[in-house]
């Protein structure tokens, strides 16, 4: 997309990042002599605990190898997820970072404060009211500070005014100690800076609805429950739009298409077998 949103040197960058991506993502689909219609003989043993005998029994050979393909290239696409948004924010913010570290020294009351949230959440869920909770664990910034372990955040924007933005990128589908654990990381960053919303935002972000194009479509039970939807996600169109400026949402899928045309037929032939 020639004039879109997301600049020309980060789309370069982009491009070549998801090309090295699928390269190695294709150098993990394992090579079989088997033919995709027949069926795989089941093993008495195997070292990665990929021995499937009633699926073996089923379905043949490319139906499983597509599948052992999908569950593998799915749970890394998440990391393209992350890198690509530092890419695109590094353009409109004045620092983006990926995989973002930073000691925690907070008080002892934030802590308490936090655990009592969490508690209340995991018992009786969000109920929209994670500003909320942030407030409350930001004002409990005094006393002394506790030392805790580093924080790893999946993505850091920060303006040239100073707001911070902090993100989990996770599932569009979270279970319901992921959504929770999400909430505690995130107010953990409220209290270890004493910073409430808006001057630090922290969201829970989902690089795509899997429901449609919608907010309102979105229909996932156990993150309506536990994660405040208004609040704190922004998923789909409103994270890349938010990260790159609007249409960026469109820009990327377009990028990934344009790779995803060039390593189609490899992957294709890899999956398929011999002919």
């Known amino acids: 997309m020639a004039n879109g949103v997301i600049p020309g040197q980060i789309r370069v960058q982009i491009v070549s990042y998801l090309r090295n991506f699928m390269a190695n993502s294709l150098g993990k689909i394992r090579p079989v002599a088997r033919q995709a219609q027949e069926f795989r003989p089941t093993r008495l ?135 929770v654990g999400a909430v505690r990381k995130l107010l953990t960053v409220h209290g270890a800076k004493g910073i409430a919303p808006p001057r630090l935002q922290t969201y829970y972000s989902m690089a795509y609805n899997p429901y449609g194009d919608s907010r309102s479509d979105y229909a996932e039970s156990i993150a309506r429950k536990y994660l405040d939807l208004n609040a704190m996600v922004l998923m789909g169109q409103e994270f890349w739009d938010f990260v790159g400026g609007g249409g960026c949402y469109e820009d990327v899928l377009d990028i990934f298409q344009e790779v995803g045309q060039e390593f189609g037929p490899q992957v294709w032939d890899l999956l398929a077998g011999p002919a």
């Open 45 to 179: 043993q195997d070292a990665e605990g990929d021995v499937k005998p009633f699926h073996e029994a089923l379905v043949p050979e490319g139906v499983l190898r597509t599948s052992d393909f999908e569950r593998s290239f799915s749970t890394s696409l998440g990391t393209s997820f992350e890198e690509v948004a530092k890419l695109i924010g590094s353009s409109r913010f004045r620092r983006s970072e990926r995989g973002f570290k930073f000691q925690v020294s907070i008080p002892r009351v934030a802590l308490d404060t936090i655990d009592g949230v969490i508690s209340d959440v995991s018992s009786d869920g969000m109920r929209g009211r994670y500003t909320d909770f942030a407030n409350s664990v930001a004002s409990a910034y005094r006393g002394d500070l506790i030392s805790r372990r580093a924080l790893t955040i999946d993505l850091y924007l920060e303006r040239d005014d100073g707001t911070e933005y902090y993100f989990e990128m996770k599932s569009p589908k979270p279970n319901k100690d992921q959504s």
